[in-house]
Nanobody, 125 residues
Framework: QVQLVEAGGGLVQSGGSLSLSCAASGVIYANYVMAWVRQGPGKEREFVAYVSWRNYKKNNADSVKGRFTIYRDATENTVTLQMNNLMPEDTAVYYC??????????????????WGQGTQVTVSS
């Protein structure tokens, strides 16, 4: 079992920045992948970014490349999503998620097994 708790959402103006954190606890193996997934109003859940627990391999969705950075803090067992140059279309509930299957595709939302409760990010124009 993995428990995930997100923090750091809020309201920000277009062009602003926010940092989201995800505290992970429970049994976490080296081959797990941690990700951020978002769900905008009236939309399906969308992959944002992932980082592997073992070797820090990362990948971002095209929609956030150059603006969002995901990184893992091994000492704190946290995963952070630094979001810069935010745009109104980034408005969504952001979820932290864990994929425990090393053979699955980490860009696929359905691959994730454990989820946090989500944190709201609202970007005003």
């Amino acid at each position: 079992q993995v428990q995930l708790v997100e923090a750091g959402g809020g309201l920000v103006q277009s062009g602003g920045s926010l940092s989201l954190s995800c505290a992970a606890s429970g049994v976490i193996y080296a081959n797990y992948v941690m990700a951020w997934v978002r769900q905008g109003p009236g939309k399906e859940r969308e992959f944002v970014a992932y980082v592997s627990w073992r070797n820090y391999k990362k990948n971002n969705a095209d929609s956030v490349k150059g603006r969002f950075t995901i990184y893992r803090d091994a000492t704190e067992n946290t995963v952070t999503l630094q979001m810069n140059n935010l745009m109104p279309e980034d408005t969504a509930v952001y979820y932290c998620a864990t994929d425990v299957n090393p053979d699955s595709s980490p860009r696929v939302v359905g691959a994730y097994d454990y989820w946090g409760q989500g944190t709201q990010v609202t970007v005003s124009s």
